[in-house]
Nanobody
Framework: QVQLVESGGGLVQAGGSLRLSCAASGRTFSTYAMGWFRQAPGKEREFVAVINRSGTTYTAESVKGRFTISRDNGQNTVYLQMNSLKPEDTAVYYC???????????????????WGQGTQVTVSA
């Protein structure tokens, strides 16, 4: 069992930055692929970024060049650095843990076994 707790969300103006953190419980964090997803009101949950246990990353085209995912296995934490934020980035952001390895297969919600409760990110125009 893995428990995930996100933090770092908030209200920011367009063009600003935020760094989200996701702290995981347990001693097996390093064996999981970690993903970030987001869900805006009335929309489906969408993939943002993933980092596998080897450190390979994949980022959605909509945020490429602006968002960066990273992990610190010593701290059992995954991060999402978000720069140049836009109003359309407004959503609840979720982190998730999955057993997969190939990042190309880790872009759907069904690839993940554990989810955090989410943190709200609001970007004002």
């Amino acid at each position: 069992q893995v428990q995930l707790v996100e933090s770092g969300g908030g209200l920011v103006q367009a063009g600003g930055s935020l760094r989200l953190s996701c702290a995981a419980s347990g001693r097996t964090f390093s064996t999981y692929a970690m993903g970030w997803f987001r869900q805006a009101p009335g929309k489906e949950r969408e993939f943002v970024a993933v980092i596998n246990r080897s450190g390979t990353t994949y980022t959605a085209e909509s945020v490429k060049g602006r968002f960066t995912i990273s992990r610190d296995n010593g701290q059992n934490t995954v991060y999402l650095q978000m720069n140049s934020l836009k109003p359309e980035d407004t959503a609840v952001y979720y982190c998730a843990a999955g057993r997969g390895f190939l990042v190309a297969t880790l872009r759907t919600t069904r690839s993940y076994d554990y989810w955090g409760q989410g943190t709200q990110v609001t970007v004002s125009a």
